[in-house]
């Protein structure tokens, strides 16, 4: 079966099972092309609560999933299985469990934790706070208490201890594996290449990568700021999926990402899976 089937199927589909089909933007190219909505976790999530089908299928890793369902319990959410690794797994949210973030509380009983929303619901539930790359700095700068176990990136935490002030923030040992995969000197090389370009970086990158860049953002923050600017061309920090959506909705406009910058977790997902998933929900 072709691409064009598949696509015909998949939005037939969606009719007759009463579905939304929710893409994160770092989704194959054609599965974001069947999407109802393309977005980052929170804005999936937050679409989610707002929809009035029975299902959403839900294209993105473990935790995104999850998410929606958390805060739509009334709705069926359907992951798609990848055989045969069964689920899209996001590394960085495994590296921190529930009872390594409880033993992390109790060696700092006046610290809170804030974690994260790529992190497993099970470490969700014992946090006192919850932020997405967009609102971190937000979210923190916002509460009451002084010192803070920041949950899992340490990038991200480090960005955050490097915009707050009077805080103590206490960083855990996680990283995504995509994101430090851009390195510096590639980014620098870009710019040689293409000198007038804007560099936007997502938070999850290295400390160095940030430092170098123009703007920092999540990849709706970056889609909103490549849409209202006047400039041309982007250096772009984060996985390089966002280009497909990037290019659509600004042709002209042109793009250049990291080559090593791909998530395997979020490219698992086959066009096919999602396929059989509604067949099946
Ligand atoms: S890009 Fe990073 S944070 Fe996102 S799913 Fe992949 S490993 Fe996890």
Redesign the pocket.
Known sequence: MDMEDLAEQIIRLKEEQDAILLVHN?QRPEIQDVADYLGDSLGLAMKASKVDRKNIIFC??DFMAESAKILNPDKRVVHPIVPPHLIAK????AMADRETVLAYKDEHPDAVIVSYV?TTAEVKAVSDYCCTSSNAVKVVNSIPEKKIIFVPDEHLGNYVRRSVKDKEIILWPGY????VRIPVQEVLDLKTEHPDAIVIVHP?CTDDVIDIADEVFSTEGMTKYVASSDATEFIVGT?RELGHRLRKENPGKKFYFGKRAV?P??KQIRIENVLNSMKTL
Request: aromatic residues 6%.
């Open positions: 770092y993105g890793v996001c590394p960085m949210a790529n995504c594996r995509t994101h999850e996985e998530c977790n979020m």
